[in-house]
């Protein structure tokens, strides 16, 4: 019987130390005084909180990096996904980690911009609770219909629109998105009316109800139609940048089709505010250095992505900038009483 | 072919001495809680699932599918050896068991039911690599109407199936999704219910709250004399059964297998209900039905085979559709959910290589569950000698740290106190906790699949029945609903089962 | 295992218990306030269905319930369930209360140890030798085990003379 006790403890014991030995990574919150010059500590996991969805542009961009920021910072980079509300939930999370380096996010702009701007989404943070780290890419909007629409034109499906109000639904990534802004842009300029559906966890969850044809358009970014659009299972129709993307050379810009407008979404990494200065500096270093990756940068392209790198400061400013200009659209994604 | 290679390369993955170390260690604490009669498979799993939430994701939920089909073992070692089960699905396999325990062949039962739970389990889990890709292709068929159905029909079947009362039973479905809510709403960013506690605009930590309602409750509603008695050492005197006994087991087997495999694909049955069938089914189809209750093999080999078969089985429906089947698959899919995973048709689209390294995994458990749970039964009745104070002082411990840990803050702990409190109250009141669990678990789902339903029909309701899989799935789930009123009747052995 | 235990006693007529007519009231009560809270977070907006839609929905049903199981008890009460060590209950509840509300002014260390002492020795009555045993390992020991082992911080005591002894 003894025997037996003794069996049990050694094998409890020895299953501890084996769970410990395999590197159950430690949690992002952890003991004070860990942030420092020492940071990162060995061992210690860093959390990059993305808060969409897996599988949707800013998740690929996010893990793209993750490698290289293992390397250069010489610890564990987990991914996390906290869709939901748009980015809201994610960044609630990101903003209330504790400011040690342990916990960065990637940040989507007009979402993170925009959500604290409406006082009816509660949001418990505004842009001084992020510390821009770096950005990344700024990917158009581009609008999309079904392979079997009859629209062939931007034209063809905004004037059907305009004379069948509501008669079509369209996809967006979330009340308050890039995309949602896109969509109430046209919505304004040209008359025609759409029915969104405002698929909260991201592009993602967007694409596959497209591809289900349970929304007939899909507004999304670049990189999100690329594979689609070559695989022949969405017609794109326009794309809201000054000039053509280059991984969608033959689809027309929103101005060529005479409607002169721009939107996209920029993306880049933050960290909740309050960082130590050699740690955002170590932080701010390794970004750069996994974004400016000739690798990352590759597959970026591959994604029809074109890097435009700013570093935390000038992210900042371009946040700042931002903030200002959706102030003035936001009216257009408000809910009306 | 396609399948056969990812299924290889989800092999390569399952294979690295991490992912085997979990599973490994799942096996052996899901066992463990089997065993133990206090912890039931819902609140096992819920405990553990702290102390994977720092692991990569496929080691975690590696480890939690693990511990899930080792309790489904766990329970047959105390049902043999001490005609105690260790959980409901293995209260049927006492009547032989122990019978052949008294006759000195307790060995050979347990050798026969681990390997018939590594039969059931195997075929069962090929049956997951069959479905999965045709499963996982028609998942585009599913847009919000449909996947808002399909949590109807599952959440009804449990409703209805579960406990003796309906009112009760959709009531606590209803405290559920009322508790999902809690939090930032997840399309509009509202916050609701929150009281003005920036704590809880994250929503109500899905982990503390299964620990307090499942765990912390069930160790307030003891009474006294409810701990078992002490522990006598079994009579193992052979461990390996006669050819005669291996010829015997091999229909009850198969029988086992087909039932546990149909049953767990039904989303609210229990595992309970499986092997008690398939005991029904050896009284009627065996040839040594006149022995059974006598320490037949074919009362061991049947209902234990079935019991894993159903485990699982009934993670088909969890994997291609995302709509778990009972109460401890809805812990899990809890689990996924906070690594980032949805299960569900995008799981292989997605995250296919997570996938296809968990299906992989459960090949890998199954086997080790063979290999570990003979050998190492002493140790296993071992565990049942430890006094309950010490045992529920260190349940207590674990509990404590198990909240803590989720977001480092006392504030989970007072949650899971709070919750088990609740829960005490819930199970005087006779509510089953089953449905809770699951609408815990499915609400924002839920919320959000109605929400888009609505956007795109522009507010019509109608939606969900002009559509035709909405409106089949809706209909079932109306006439299950309904269906004490078109007399049709559940099956009675539900009414005893402690898991719904 | 426990010091005292005051069971309920079951009322033999057969009006409706006392318990049950609290529990439909605390779920008529829940389910009223959601359904009032609802309306204010918005059934129906300009944009689509409302934050206040869902949780409408479930606090009609959760109201109804209630209603239909009060029918269903004063028609046919249920039987009283078998009663709850409330010895039991308040021992451990308070325990918990008390660590959780320590912890961390105190740390893990020295308030789980209190508390598996209290649990083992004093509840449990188990010798003081296998008391404290069990007590440091489930205390200081995990401490140690979850901290370095895991890498997942227990909190320490935020009483400078503690923390400077690593409690």
Redo the contacts between chains.
């Keep these: 019987m003894k025997t037996r006790m003794r069996l049990a403890a050694a094998l409890a014991a020895a299953s501890l130390i084996g769970l410990t030995g395999c590197g159950a990574n430690p949690g992002a919150t952890g003991a004070a005084g860990a942030a420092g010059s020492d940071f990162p500590k060995k061992g210690k996991s860093i959390d990059l909180i993305v808060a969409f969805g897996s599988g949707g542009a800013v998740d690929t961009a996010a893990r793209l990096i993750q490698p290289v920021l293992e390397k250069e910072l010489g610890t564990n980079v987990e991914v996390i996904n906290k869709p939901g509300a748009g980015g809201q939930i994610g960044y609630t999370q990101l903003t209330s980690a504790k400011p040690d380096g342990y916990t960065i996010g990637a940040t989507g702009s007009p979402s993170v911009v925009v959500s604290p701007l409406d006082p009816s989404r509660g949001a418990k943070y505004t842009r001084e609770s992020f510390q821009p780290l770096g950005r990344q890419v700024i990917d158009p909007t581009v609008i999309a219909v079904q392979p079997d629409s009859p629209y062939q034109t931007l034209k063809e499906l905004l004037d059907a629109a305009k004379a069948n109000p509501k008669s079509m639904t369209a996809s967006t990534t979330g009340l308050q998105t890039g995309e949602h802004f896109a969509l109430a842009q046209i919505q304004e300029e040209t008359g025609s009316e759409f029915a969104p559906v405002h698929f909260s966890e991201g592009a993602s969850q967007a694409t596959t109800a497209f591809l289900g044809k349970h929304v007939e358009v899909l507004v999304a970014n670049v990189s999100d139609v690329n594979d689609l659009s070559k695989q022949g299972k969405a017609r794109v129709l326009g794309v809201m940048s000054g000039e053509r993307a280059p991984s969608l050379p033959d689809v027309p810009t929103f101005k060529e089709s005479g409607y002169d407008m721009t939107a996209g979404t920029a993306r880049g990494y933050s960290a909740p505010a309050g960082l130590p200065d050699d740690v955002a500096k170590k932080l701010e270093a390794a970004i750069q250095k996994a974004i400016e990756d000739p690798a990352v940068v590759k597959k970026m392209q591959d994604l029809g992505l074109q890097t435009s790198y700013l570093n935390g400061a000038d992210y900042q400013a371009f946040w700042a900038g931002q903030e200002g200009d959706f102030k003035k659209v936001l009216p257009l994604v408000q809910k009306k009483d | 072919m396609d399948t056969l290679n990812e299924l290889l390369n989800g092999f390569a993955a399952a294979m690295t ?2 992912n085997l ?2 599973a490994f ?1 799942g096996c ?2 899901g066992t463990i809680i089997g065993v133990l009669p206090g912890i039931g498979p819902v609140a096992g799993v819920a405990l553990l699932i702290p ?6 994701a496929t ?1 975690a939920i590696i480890m939690l599918c693990a511990i899930f089909y080792g309790t489904a073992y766990g329970g047959t070692i105390t049902s043999v050896l001490l005609n105690t089960p260790g959980e409901a699905a293995s209260a049927i396999t006492t009547i032989d068991g122990y019978a052949m325990t008294k006759i000195g062949k307790a060995g050979a039962a347990l050798t026969i039911a681990a390997v018939g739970s590594f039969v059931g389990g195997t075929i069962a889990t090929l049956g997951l690599v069959a479905a999965a890709k045709p499963l996982g292709e028609l ?6 109407p449909e996947f808002f159905a399909l949590m109807v029909v599952g959440i009804s079947l449990l409703v209805a199936l579960a406990g003796k ?1 309906m ?2 039973a ?2 606590s479905g ?2 559920g ?2 508790i999902s ?1 809690v ?11 929150t009281f003005g506690m ?1 704590r809880l ?2 929503g109500v930590s899905f982990v503390a709250v299964i620990v307090g309602v499942f765990g ?1 409750s069930e ?6 004399g409810d ?1 078992p008695a002490a522990v006598h ?1 079994p009579n193992l005197r052979s461990l390996l059964p006669t050819g005669r006994e291996w010829l015997r087991s091999a229909p009850a087997m198969a029988r086992g297998t087909g039932i546990g495999f149909g049953l767990g694909l039904i989303p609210g049955m229990t595992g309970s209900v499986s092997s008690l069938l398939s005991y029904g089914a050896e009284k009627k189809f065996s040839r040594n039905r006149h022995e059974l209750g006598k320490g037949a093999i074919e009362g061991v080999a049947g209902p234990e085979t079935a019991n894993n078969a159903h485990a699982n089985a009934a993670l088909i429906p969890l994997f291609t559709l995302g709509i778990p089947a009972s109460p401890t698959i809805a812990v899990l899919m809890g689990a996924f959910l906070q690594q ?3 299960p569900g048709p ?1 799981l292989f ?3 296919s290589e997570i996938a296809w390294a968990i299906i992989a995994s459960l090949f890998i458990g199954n086997l080790i569950l063979l290999l570990l749970n003979v050998p190492l039964v ?2 296993w ?3 049942l ?1 430890v ?4 045992l ?3 349940i ?2 674990f509990m ?2 198990g909240a ?2 989720i ?2 803050s ?1 504030f989970d ?2 949650v899971m ?1 709070g919750f ?2 609740l829960g ?2 819930l ?5 089953p906790l089953a449905p809770m669990v699951l609408t815990l678990v499915l609400g ?1 789902l ?3 699949s ?3 339903s ?3 029909s ?2 019509d309701f109608s939606i969900f029945t002009s559509r035709p899989i909405s409106a089949v799935l809706i209909g079932l789930g109306l006439l299950i609903v309904f269906s004490p009123l078109l007399k049709l009747r559940k099956p009675k052995a539900l009414n005893e089962d402690p898991e719904t | 295992m426990t010091t005292e235990s005051v069971a309920t006693k079951p009322p033999s007529t057969v009006r409706v218990a006392p318990t049950v007519l609290a529990g439909i009231g605390a779920f008529a009560a829940v389910g009223t306030y959601v359904l009032v809270s609802s309306v204010g977070l918005g059934l129906w907006t300009s944009l689509g269905p409302g934050p206040g839609l869902f949780p409408f929905a479930m606090g009609a049903v959760l109201v109804a319930m209630a209603l239909l199981w009060l029918l269903q008890e004063l028609r046919n009460p249920s039987e009283t369930a078998p009663g709850i060590d409330r010895g039991l209950v308040v021992g451990v509840v308070a325990s918990l209360v008390v660590l959780a509300a320590v912890m961390d002014l105190l740390g893990f260390q020295l308030s789980m140890f209190a508390f598996l002492l209290y649990h083992l020795k004093i509840r449990g009555r188990r010798t003081w030798v296998s008391a404290l045993i069990i007590a440091v390992a489930g205390s200081f020991g995990a401490f140690y085990a979850f901290n370095y082992g895991l890498n997942v911080a227990l909190p320490v005591s935020a009483l400078p003379f503690l923390n400077a002894i690593g409690l």
């Design positions: 001495w991490q170390l979990f260690l052996l604490l102390l994977t939430l720092n692991m990569d080691g998942g585009l068929l599913v847009g919000p009362s009112v009760k959709v009531i209803a405290l999704l009322l809510m939090g930032i709403d997840p399309v509009a960013g509202a916050p609701r219910f920036d605009l994250d912390l160790l307030l509603s003891y009474r006294k701990q050492a980032g995973l949805t995008t689209t997605e995250n002493g140790l009745t071992s565990i000698r006094p309950s104070s010490i529920n002082a260190l207590l411990l404590v740290i803590y840990t977001n480092f006392v702990v007072f106190i088990g409190l005490l109250a199970r005087h009141l006779d509510i924002p839920m919320e959000r109605l929400r888009e609505l956007e795109i522009q507010g």
